[in-house]
Structure formats: structure tokens, C-alpha cells
């Protein structure tokens, strides 16, 4: 408070109780936060807060692992605060609540940068001794893992640090090793034939998780096949028509598929006749008669007219029709007739009706064709190119390059000469799998690969009944009648069952992965790279049968413990096998598990292994990104109902992406990245942590500069309000406290509104509802606090005597308020709340130490909540019509003001100081129907700066001040 202007007034100022603190308006968290994680460091936070929850109830939260590649990014962020906001919640809602991070160090990502250094020096992996290589990736992970965790760190996350988990450690290999022997000791794998999605730049195949699809330009192509042998008569010698955006399958085509319940007609020019489906006739025609193929004979420049011939028949009427392939001239493979099959999934939607078969390069022509004895040739290798003994364009390629499919390209131009290209153009605009590691194109490729079925019963999982189903599902009492049992599930009913029970955030989530799950084909197991977990089994020579044998799993899993994956090598072959087997009498596999196996696995090497023993199995939640219900969320479900018949957790929350503040997608290359690591070095890591809290983050959402200035802003208010309590709180000890119901109705409101914004905390806290939870405790402290509470009792705290009650109680509720405030705050500011219990507390350790405020009980019903929102309202009236009168310069404050409420206003507060409330010169009531505002001829007490009728003049003191003062109360 400053001095009055007039230098012959008194100066009152060492009489008034200004708050006092040390707490520094300006945060500066960029240079302290480091001091306060340096702290926490020394004083091993993590495991006196273990301590300190010891025996109490669990809550897990299990660690997805973020991929050792690389500086953290947003979502990183986005994520490891929205897991250490969970943990810290529940620690505060006093369970026990351990937090182990982990990273996932294998797989492909890894292997492409160590081969990118590679070639830089121009050296070939393949010449360089794989246990080389593989110690090479070993040492980029670990290079990764030590940076990321030292950024994770610097966002305050809490947890063990100094003991997290890595996919990469030998016990983790190992465990890994022994949850794929327990899928084979189960019969839950087999060795196939299938069209896998396939990176020919990165030579393996991959999950549908490593896939991500993009809009791309193709070549569109109509091909003739002569049909030489039907059961209409009238078919034979005309030619059916496929067409396809893949011209490079074409050289592996084997059949025709037609749909059943399709119509097809003849489309007749005056030299040739073409078989396709009568919705589609004209639309192929346009595309043939449109097309600048210049094919050995284009019928269709003989007339202008095309006309139907042969009455529309059925797709099934076309049983034991056989064609030919266009290139049938190169003997061998092509030489072969092309029969026609049906196939339910042929449409009318696009095309001429028609679908030509490659078993090789589809999932529907697989099915197909194996149904019908066809199976698949292998023409592809694993670099895109036709095998070198291929009939036609043997040793060509890539096929994902789009000069190879052009319509200049080999295969159409070879198809021209032959006289089947009937049409080509390159403008058929279609969304395309691309692996999104390299962000090239991929393909479906037929290859030798490991499975695990997804409806093959597991009749290693005990027979539920009915009644156990519907508990796990529903709950409630069993029902006799439904005691009947149900047979053993598939991994797919197992799965899906899981999917029922588990609880999602948002829900939306349960009706995403449930849809995957239900549709997904067998999992592939394998990929044909060097570093990962290795499929460790034999393969019988003879038989074809992989060896199931305990003792020897047990070998294996023991020497990959102590060895790492390098231990699974032909050296060791004949130990791992044991004097009674010959190794030459088997294969060993020498492909390596997809990584979602290993990241599936976490839950046993983590939870299960006892190497944490603040932890257990299963974990109460998994949180990550939504696109991990196609990826970890559904591979540690697949992992754990396979040989735990259950999930291992019971809920799941998901959080959306985090977009630029324009609302499009991050990239490099649009140069709209923000750098967390760069936020932290301008604004502090409570910022990103605010952002983080504050945002719908089950949804995409943005951030940008404009936005962290906001959030910077809302900070702000946030820390006035710590800093303000400070100052209002020195001294205070507990001889000033004062019981609720000795208090004013003021402070008891005040108190009714902490124990609602308690429970909505709690709610929040407990149904993950972050969002919400931010919102509540800084609407809180702006609007009932610090524009109403504290603007109120300004008066009272400033000017009151010590030990007025009024003072007292005020004190005593800044004093509940301090405590519930940054116990409530602590978990999402983590610095801050630190700096602010250490300001108050010296010795009194850490602010995440201390479990959820105990309030205080304070009897609250709707008519205090009334009275004082109709207060408030009556309040918010008057300082609107005070506000024009302080803008014109009429009042130079609201302390100048006579207020007079309207009549209906009666009643509303008669055994209240609405003055004091108002913080105004005089409220009255009148008899109009408007708030009505005059100046004062009141004098301003030169003390509290009230206008009030005893004050004699300006400067002199009211009654209230003149007696503190001659109390001798001093600052």
C-alpha cells in the first residue's frame, strides 16, 4: 500500500500487516528446475516415496516402451506427463504407486540408422559378422536410452530411473525367448505360405503397426485373357478382362475371379468380344476407347457402336471356364490355363468385374487359390525383383518402381505386343501401404513365415462356463442355469472376451481395438533381419515339425540369460539339442521375432520377474497413443490371452496426437515441430507439464508459441496464488486457528467450495479426467480466490488486529487452503509445487511426499450455496456499474462508491457488511429495479482507505484502525 499523496498525512504504513514471503513473483523455471531434479537426485525422491507407501495398496501403471531412436519429441512429452500425472495422483490418493520405465531396443528402426552409417562409409552389412552388427545396434540403443532418459528426467517424471527396463537386457531376451516356447509347447505356432506386407527397400516383412498409408498416383491397366474352354459355348474365343492397379502382378498371375451372384455380358466390337460385368460395360468401354494403347488391333476404331452379345449370366454359370495368359507364349508357368473361381469378394464397384488372381501377392487371392489346390510361386524376391529364372522379365525390377509399371514400362509394353493391353494410363489416384520407417512402398508377398493362429482353440486354457463368463464380463450373481460350459476359445475369443472386460478412456477405444481384433488375420511372427530375439526352435529335416522338448527350451532360455540373443548360433547347436539328437538332422530357424512380440512380452519381464518387486502382475493400466490399439495394446493382449488366457491389465487410456497450432500434422519439412526440450530451455518444464494437463488430450490437439504463451499465462495466476498465501500466512501458527463452525459464513462457504473442488479432484483424479482437473483448480484459484476470497479479506488481513477473529479465521482457511493447494497442484506442477512447500517448509522435505488433504468437515447445504451465488451475482451487478464510472475518472476506486441494490435484492444478505463484501463505501437497498452507483462525500480513513462515516477527515483513522494502532500492532 502506498502513502497518501498528502505529506501532512499521517503515514500509516508500518501499522499495516502486508503479506510477506520470499517467494518470487517471477518463476525463472528454466534455471531452477535443474537445481530441484539435482535435488531430488541426491535425496533418492523415488525410494523414500516407495518407503513412505510401503504395504499400501497397489496401483500399476506399466510402462509402454518409447523406441530408442532418437530425441524425445512432443509426444513424448504428451505422454510421460500424462503417465507421471496417473502415478503421482495415485501415490497422492495414498496407494502405492511404482513407476518403472522402460525401452523397447530392437527391430528394424534401430537396424536401418546402424546400416545408414554403414553406407555412408560404403561398407555391406551383410559382409560384417552378425554378432558384430548386433553389437553395433546394442550401442546405438544404449546411446538413445541414456539421452531420452536424461530429457524424460527433465520433465520431472518420477520413477527408477536407475533401474529401468530395456528389451534389449539378457534376462529380457530371455524372457522373451521363453513366452515364444510357450506358444510352440501349445501348438500355438505354425510355419506358412502367406502374403505378408513386405518392404522390398528394407528386405523383411512388417506389422500392420509399421505401416501407415498414403495418397499415390498409379498406373491402371485392362488386360485381356482369351477364354479357351467353357461351358457356354459362346464364351469361348472371346476375351475376359481384368483390370488392375498392379501391373507388376500381373507376371504371377494364376487364376480368375468372378463373383457369383455378378451379371456379366459380352461387350462386341466388330474384331473382338469382351467378357465383363454388365454394371461395368460402359465404364470399360470409355477407359478402352479413351486409352492411346497402340495395341496390335483396336476393334473399337472399326465402329462407333458397341453393342451387348449373349444374354447377361450369372458370375456361377461360369464354373470350369479356362482361359490363358497373355504371355501363354513363353511356355512353362504361363503355358498353364487360368481357371475361373468364385470369389465372394468380387464387386462391381470399380474395374470390368473380373479379378485376376495372384496368390502371391494377395490375402483373397491366397485364400482363393489355395482352396482350389494353387499355391503360390515365389516370383518375387525379397528386393523387388522377378527371380532371375522367371519366364518373364526374370531378374527385372523393382516393382514398386513406378517406371516399371508405367505404361511405357516392360510389362505393359510387353502386354501391348502381345495384344492383351487394352488400355493404360497413369492417373489412378488411391491411398497405398508404405512402411513408415523408410516411407516406402510396400508390397504383399507370399514368403515362408511363422504364425500364431487366431482361431485355433487353446486347449491348454481351461473350459469356463457360462456363469464365469458373464462374471468377468458383467458381474453380479451366478445363475445356476447358466453354469453350462463353454468350450476352450480361440485366441480371438479369448481376446475379444478381454476386450469386454477391460475398461477404456475414452470408451471409444473398446469398439477400436475390439473391430481390429476381430478382423485380423493369424499374427506373423517373423521377420528376416539381424537384431532381435531370435525364433529359437528346430525344425525337424524330415518331418517339417518344429521340436517341442522342455529340457531343451530350457537350455536355450538359460544360455540367451547369460548370453544375450548371440547365444543362439549354430556353435551351439548340438548343446542346446543334447547328445541324443543330431543337429544335422535339423534347421535352426535363423529368423527374429516381430518387436510388438517383445514389447507384447514386457508385462512378464517387468511385472512378472521379480527384478521389481514394487511391482505385480497384472497392471492395473497401459496408457499410450490410440494408434496403439493396432499396436502394443493388441500385442500384449494377444501375448498374455496365449498363455495367460487374460489380459494384463484391466484398463487402457489413450491419448490422441499433438498437432501444429494451425490444426496440420508436425513435419520437419513444414518446419511447424515444436522441440520440448527447446520449451523447456524457454519456458520450463511446468509449462509443458500445464500444457500437457490442460489440453482434451484424449483427442488430437495442437500446441504452437500463441498457445504456450497462454498456458505461460495461466501459470502464472497459478503461482500469485501460492505466492499470495505465502505472504498472507508469515507467522501464522496453530494458536490462530479457529474452528470451522467459529468462523464467518464467509469462511465457511470458502471452505464448501475446497471440499467440491476436493471431490471433483478426486473424480478427476481417479477417472483419469485431467483435463477437467486443471480446469477446476485454476478456475478455483482465479475466480474464488483470487477475484473473490482474497479481494474480500484484503481488508481484514491487512488491517485487523492479530488476534481478531475475523483475521484468525481468514488465516485459518488461507492456512487449509495452502495445504489442500499444493498437494493438489503437485502432481502437475512438480517444480513449482516443490518451490512453494519449500518456501514455507524448510526442513519439511518434499511436497511428493505428502497423500491427499484431510479437510476439514464443514456442514454445507444448497441454501449457503445460494445465498452466496446470489451474493456473488449481486456483487458482479455492482462492480458493472461502478466500472464506467472509474473509467470516466467519476471514482477513482470502488472504495468511492455508494451502491444501491434494487429491491428484489432485500433479504439476500441483511446480517451481512455487503460494504465489506462489495468493497465499496456503502450498499444499500432502494426501491428501484436497477444497481445505482454514487460517489461518496465519506472521508478516506488513512489507514484501510475505507469511506466511512466516522472518519473526520481525510487521513484520519476509523474506529477499527485507531484502535489496532493504540494497541501498539505494528508490522
Known amino acids: 500500500m502506498s502513502a497518501p499523496e498528502n505529506t501532512d498525512t499521517p503515514d500509516w504504513r508500518n501499522t499495516v500487516f502486508l503479506p510477506k514471503t520470499d517467494f518470487p513473483m517471477k518463476a525463472g523455471l528454466p534455471q531452477k528446475e535443474p537445481g530441484i531434479l539435482a535435488r531430488w537426485q541426491a535425496e533418492g525422491l523415488y525410494r523414500q516415496l516407495r518407503e513412505a507407501r510401503a504395504g499400501r495398496e497397489k496401483f500399476i501403471l506399466h510402462d509402454g516402451p518409447p523406441y530408442a531412436n532418437g530425441e524425445i519429441h512432443i509426444g513424448h512429452a504428451l505422454n510421460h506427463v500424462l503417465k507421471d500425472m496417473v502415478v503421482r495422483t495415485q501415490s497422492l490418493l495414498g496407494k502405492d504407486a511404482p513407476y518403472v520405465p522402460g525401452w523397447d531396443c530392437h527391430g528394424l528402426p534401430i537396424e536401418w540408422k546402424v546400416e545408414e552409417q554403414y553406407r555412408k562409409r560404403k561398407l555391406n552389412k551383410d559382409e560384417v559378422p552378425a554378432d558384430e552388427f548386433r553389437a553395433e545396434c546394442r550401442a546405438y540403443a544404449a546411446q538413445w536410452v541414456d539421452v531420452q532418459r536424461e530429457q524424460l528426467k527433465r520433465l520431472g517424471i518420477g520413477g527408477d530411473w536407475d533401474n529401468p527396463y530395456l528389451t534389449m537386457d539378457f534376462a529380457a531376451e530371455a524372457v522373451i525367448v521363453r513366452e515364444l516356447l510357450k506358444f510352440a509347447e501349445t501348438g500355438q505356432l505354425y510355419r506358412g505360405a502367406k502374403p505378408v506386407m513386405w518392404s522390398p527397400v528394407e528386405k523383411t516383412a512388417l506389422a500392420e503397426a509399421e505401416v501407415e498409408y498414403e495418397d499415390i498416383t498409379s498406373t491402371q491397366i485392362d488386360v485381356a485373357f482369351e477364354i479357351t474352354e467353357s461351358p457356354i459355348a459362346e464364351l469361348v474365343g472371346a476375351h475376359a478382362v481384368v483390370w488392375t492397379t498392379t501391373p507388376w ?137 522377378y527371380r532371375a529364372d522367371w519366364g518373364w522379365l526374370g531378374g527385372q525390377g523393382s516393382v514398386i518402381n513406378p ?335 479457529v474452528a470451522p463452525e467459529a468462523m464467518p459464513e464467509l469462511e465457511r462457504y470458502v471452505l464448501a467450495l475446497l471440499a467440491t473442488l476436493d471431490q471433483t479432484l478426486r473424480n478427476a483424479a481417479e477417472g483419469y479426467d485431467f483435463n477437467t482437473y486443471v480446469r477446476a483448480l485454476a478456475e478455483f484459484c482465479n475466480e474464488d480466490l483470487s477475484a473473490f476470497f482474497f479481494d474480500i479479506r484484503k481488508d481484514s488481513l491487512y488491517c485487523d488486529a492479530p488476534d481478531d477473529p475475523r483475521r484468525r479465521a481468514c488465516r485459518t482457511v488461507l492456512d487449509t487452503l495452502f495445504h489442500a493447494l499444493v498437494r493438489y497442484a503437485a502432481p502437475v506442477l512438480v517444480f513449482t509445487a516443490e518451490e512453494v512447500w519449500g518456501s514455507r517448509y524448510q526442513q519439511g522435505g518434499s511436497v511428493h511426499l505428502l497423500e491427499w488433504p484431510d479437510l476439514p468437515v464443514v456442514p454445507a447445504d444448497d441454501m449457503l450455496f445460494a445465498r452466496w451465488n446470489a451474493i456473488r451475482g449481486l456483487r458482479t451487478e455492482a462492480y458493472e456499474a461502478i466500472e464506467p464510472l472509474r473509467r470516466d475518472k467519476v471514482l477513482g476506486s470502488g472504495l468511492e462508491a455508494e451502491v444501491s441494490l434494487p429491491a428484489d435484492a432485500a433479504g439476500t444478505a441483511d446480517d451481512l457488511d455487503l460494504a465489506e463484501l462489495f468493497i465499496t463505501a456503502s450498499v444499500a437497498i432502494s426501491d428501484g429495479d436497477a444497481v445505482q452507483v454514487t460517489r461518496t462525500d465519506h472521508h478516506k480513513c488513512g489507514r484501510c482507505w475505507r469511506h466511512l462515516p466516522e472518519v473526520a477527515e481525510t487521513g484520519a483513522l476509523c474506529g477499527r484502525c485507531a484502535d489496532v494502532v493504540s494497541e501498539g500492532h505494528t508490522e
Request: aromatic share 10%; proline share 6%.
Open 249 to 385: 502382378t500381373i507376371p504371377v498371375n494364376q487364376a480368375l475371379a468372378y463373383g457369383p451372384e455378378v451379371e456379366y455380358v459380352i461387350v462386341s466390337f466388330p474384331s473382338a468380344r469382351f467378357l465383363v460385368a454388365r454394371e461395368l460395360a460402359a465404364e470399360f468401354v470409355s477407359r478402352i476407347t479413351s486409352s492411346p494403347v497402340d495395341a496390335p488391333f483396336r476393334p473399337w476404331e472399326e465402329a462407333n457402336d458397341w453393342s451387348e452379345q449373349l444374354k447377361p449370366v450369372k458370375g456361377s454359370d461360369l464354373a470350369g471356364t479356362l482361359a490363358r495368359h497373355p504371355m501363354h507364349h513363353l511356355g512353362g508357368f504361363f503355358a498353364k490355363p487360368r481357371p475361373f473361381l468364385p470369389g465372394d469378394f468380387v464387386t462391381t464397384d470399380s474395374g470390368t468385374g473380373l479379378v485376376h488372381m495372384a496368390p502371391d501377392h494377395g490375402e483373397d487371392d491366397f485364400l482363393l487359390c489355395r482352396e482350389h489346390g494353387i499355391e503360390p510361386v515365389f516370383a518375387v524376391e525379397g528386393d523387388g525383383r
Open 403 to 737: 517406371k516399371f509399371n508405367a505404361p511405357d514400362g516392360p510389362i505393359c509394353a510387353d502386354l501391348a505386343e502381345a495384344g492383351a493391353l487394352l488400355a493404360a494410363s497413369a492417373d489412378y489416384r488411391h491411398s497405398y501401404p508404405h512402411s513408415w520407417r523408410s516411407k516406402a512402398k510396400v508390397i504383399f508377398r507370399a514368403t515362408a513365415q511363422w504364425f500364431v493362429p487366431m482361431d485355433k482353440v487353446l486347449t491348454h486354457l481351461p473350459a469356463k462356463t457360462r456363469a464365469e463368463k458373464k462374471w468377468e464380463n458383467e458381474g453380479g450373481a451366478i445363475n445356476p442355469a447358466d453354469e453350462g460350459l463353454c468350450a476352450s476359445p480361440t485366441l480371438r475369443e479369448a481376446a475379444l472376451g478381454e476386450i469386454e472386460r477391460v475398461r477404456f478412456y475414452p470408451e471409444k477405444g473398446r469398439n477400436r481395438i475390439g473391430s481390429m481384433v476381430a478382423g485380423r488375420p493369424d499374427w506373423v511372427l517373423s521377420r528376416q533381419r539381424a537384431w532381435g530375439v531370435p525364433i529359437t526352435l528346430f525344425v525337424d529335416r524330415k518331418s517339417g515339425e518344429y521340436l517341442v522338448d522342455g529340457a531343451v527350451n530350457a537350455r536355450i532360455v538359460a544360455a540367451i540369460h547369460q548370453g544375450g540373443v548371440d547365444a543362439w548360433s549354430d556353435a551351439n547347436a548340438a548343446e542346446f539339442l543334447g547328445p541324443e539328437r543330431d543337429p544335422a538332422d535339423y534347421e535352426r530357424v535363423t529368423d527374429i521375432l516381430d518387436v510388438w512380440f517383445d514389447s507384447g512380452c514386457t508385462h512378464a519381464f517387468v511385472l512378472e520377474s521379480g527384478r521389481w518387486p514394487d511391482l505385480t502382475w497384472p497392471a492395473d493400466l497401459y496408457l499410450e497413443g490410440s494408434d496403439q490399439h493396432r499396436g502394443w495394446f493388441q500385442s500384449s493382449l494377444l501375448e498374455s490371452c496365449g498363455t495367460r488366457g487374460r489380459a494384463p491389465y484391466d484398463a487402457v487410456l489413450t491419448h490422441g496426437f499433438t498437432m501444429a497450432s494451425d490444426g496440420r500434422k508436425m513435419s520437419k519439412s513444414l518446419g511447424n515441430t515444436v522441440d520440448p526440450n527447446k520449451v523447456m530451455e524457454t519456458y520450463g518444464a511446468d509449462i509443458i507439464r500445464l500444457w500437457a494437463l490442460s489440453v482434451d488430450f484424449t483427442e488430437d490437439h495442437r500446441i504452437g508459441d500463441e498457445i504456450l504463451k497462454g498456458v505461460a499465462d495461466q501459470y502464472r495466476k497459478l503461482r500469485n496464488t501460492f505466492r499470495y498465501l505465502l505472504g498472507a500466512l508469515d507467522g501464522f501458527d496453530e494458536g490462530e486457528r
